[in-house]
């Protein structure tokens, strides 16, 4: 069964740093590209950024709303997956959600990210 | 970038009847469209990936059709379960781009 957890929400003050984490299991992580998807409250799905396999050396692409502010990596000797995020700003308050492959077909159950002061 | 339009942002419709929900995209991207249901307080669910692909187990009341830009997504005889959100999200390019959702109620 795929299973997607995400960690490390928060709530952190505007130009913070947090680092959110996905840990997967059930399928072979280090083949599938991997995505965050974002949800502020009561709207609508945000792509955020995604990373593909080491097949396709590691290739990383990010929303225009969050490049060079973060940065998704990922380890696949853990299978795990990662969205350093700095620079925070109160818009980027939301459910982060760790997603598989290119289509989006597995979620995990998300990680809330509050930014205020 | 892709825009995706979808309509209509609301639905109330009556136990039984069919639910037709459309997005248009402001480029061609084949059949690279797929559909997603969300119930409050859960991630969205995967219910048709690209090329009109039922997702397994996914109830065959729940289908779509569409090619290039114009896209329609139909649930035959809406169940009381079928109260939901819904998302189109277009997978031909990045950056992926979701329609704005579809808020389903029971009439």
């Known amino acids: 069964e795929v299973q997607l957890v995400e960690s490390g929400g928060g709530l952190v003050q505007p130009k913070g740093s947090l680092k959110l984490s996905c840990a997967a299991s059930g399928f072979t992580f280090n083949t599938y590209a991997m995505n965050w998807v974002r949800q502020a409250p009561g709207k609508g799905l945000e792509w955020v950024a995604r990373i593909r396999s080491k097949s396709n050396n590691y290739a990383t692409y990010y929303a225009d709303s969050v490049k060079d502010r973060f940065t998704i990596s990922r380890d696949d000797s853990q299978s795990m997956l990662y969205l350093q995020m700095n620079n925070l700003k109160t818009e980027d308050t939301a459910m982060y959600y760790c997603?598989?492959?290119?289509?989006?077909?597995?979620w995990g159950q998300g990680t809330t990210l509050t930014v205020s002061s | 970038e892709t825009t995706v339009t979808q309509s209509p942002a609301s639905l109330s419709m009556a136990i039984g009847e069919k639910v037709t929900i459309r997005c248009i995209t402001s480029t061609d991207i084949d059949d690279d469209m797929n559909w997603y249901q969300q119930k409050p307080g859960e991630p969205p669910k995967l219910l048709i990936s690209e090329g009109n692909t039922l997702r397994p187990g996914v109830p065959s009341r729940f289908s779509s059709s569409g090619y290039g830009t114009d896209f329609v997504f139909t649930i035959e005889n809406m169940l009381s379960e079928d109260v939901a959100d819904y998302y189109c999200l277009q997978s031909d390019n990045l950056p992926l781009t979701f329609g704005s959702g579809t808020k389903l109620e029971i009439k």
């Open positions: 997603v598989r492959r290119l289509g989006l077909d597995y």
